[in-house]
């Protein structure tokens, strides 16, 4: 006669035990992957984010508009912010329409485009403003004109220019009239909208075709001017 034996207490209480150790495992391993691809997620949101803006301010830099007839209604304004991070202001005149929405009343003309980091209905961010430049930039029609919030990740801006009489990169930009040939710009962005972290750093170096032109109609200027009587 066969005789049936079941499982102990002990014998049940050590399975259960095995199964809840494979289960956090297990579960442990999901969240992992889980995590993993939201982190993922994110910083391709986080670049994707990162290049578009520095895309459009490479073409509208690269856009650049300029003649040696009127210098000083073409020339880059750059200034030097005392925040943390870096908020820098610079401004330049571009045929691009990159930065304008369809309806803007100035899209068909020269404009006057400033980048800064402003704080707008509370929220702080990377902000443009617009204007024609045949306004003057200091008149009160171009002051009018209020920026616009392009996204509140970027926390940040950096710019710095590379000074072809010293060979090195510089953080002011000081010359009047002029464009810079090569600069080079660093946006500091917030890794989620949901929650606070570093700032995540992303630079570009951007070359502006009529630098040249406005560095040698500049130098012509000034050896025309110390030659003469």
Same mark, same amino acid.
């Given at each position: 006669?066969?005789?049936r034996?079941?499982?102990?207490?002990?014998?049940?209480?050590?399975?259960?035990?095995?199964?809840?150790?494979m289960?956090?495992?297990?579960f442990g391993?999901?969240? !992992?992957?889980?995590d993993? =691809?939201t982190? #993922?997620?994110? $910083?391709?949101?986080? &670049?994707?984010?990162? /290049?578009t803006?520095l895309?459009?301010?490479?073409?509208?830099?690269?856009?650049?508009?300029?003649?040696?007839?009127?210098?000083?209604?073409y020339t880059?304004l750059?200034?030097?912010?005392?925040?943390?991070?870096?908020d820098?202001?610079?401004?330049?005149?571009t045929?691009?329409?990159?930065?304008?929405?369809?309806t803007?009343p100035?899209?068909?003309?020269?404009?006057?485009?400033?980048?800064?980091?402003? !704080?707008?209905?509370?929220? =702080?961010?990377? #902000?443009?403003? $617009?204007?024609?430049? &045949?306004?003057?930039? /200091?008149?009160?029609?171009a002051e009018?004109?209020?920026?616009?919030l392009?996204?509140?990740?970027?926390?940040?801006?950096?710019?710095?220019?590379?000074?072809?009489?010293?060979?090195?990169?510089?953080?002011?930009?000081?010359?009047d009239?002029?464009?810079?040939v090569?600069?080079?710009?660093?946006?500091y962005?917030?890794?989620?909208?949901s929650?606070?972290?570093?700032?995540?750093?992303?630079?570009?170096?951007?070359?502006?075709?009529?630098?040249?032109?406005?560095?040698?109609?500049?130098?012509?200027?000034?050896?025309?001017?110390?030659?003469?009587p």
């Open positions: 006669m066969n005789s034996r079941g499982f102990s207490l002990l014998e049940v209480l050590f399975a259960m035990t095995i199964l809840s150790v289960g956090i495992m297990v391993t999901l969240r !992992t992957l889980v993993a =691809t982190r #993922a997620e994110e $910083a391709l949101d986080e &670049l994707h984010l990162s /290049e803006v895309d459009q301010l490479s073409e509208s830099l690269r856009s650049a508009a300029y003649f040696d007839s009127d210098p000083r209604r880059f750059h200034e030097k912010g005392t925040g943390n991070p870096p820098d202001t610079f401004s330049w005149v045929r691009s329409t990159a930065f304008l929405p369809s803007y100035t899209r068909g003309s020269l404009n006057r485009i400033e980048i800064s980091i402003e !704080t707008i209905d509370g929220e =702080t961010g990377l #902000a443009v403003r $617009a204007f024609s430049s &045949l306004l003057d930039r /200091e008149g009160p029609e009018d004109v209020a920026p616009w392009l996204t509140q990740r970027v926390k940040g801006l950096e710019l710095k220019v590379y000074d072809l009489n010293r060979n090195e990169w510089v953080d002011d930009w000081e010359r009239n002029q464009l810079p090569t600069l080079s710009l660093t946006l962005v917030q890794p989620d909208e929650r606070t972290g570093r700032l995540r750093k992303y630079t570009r170096r951007i070359d502006i075709p009529v630098g040249p032109l406005s560095r040698e109609t500049r130098r012509g200027r000034r050896r025309t001017q110390d030659q003469e």
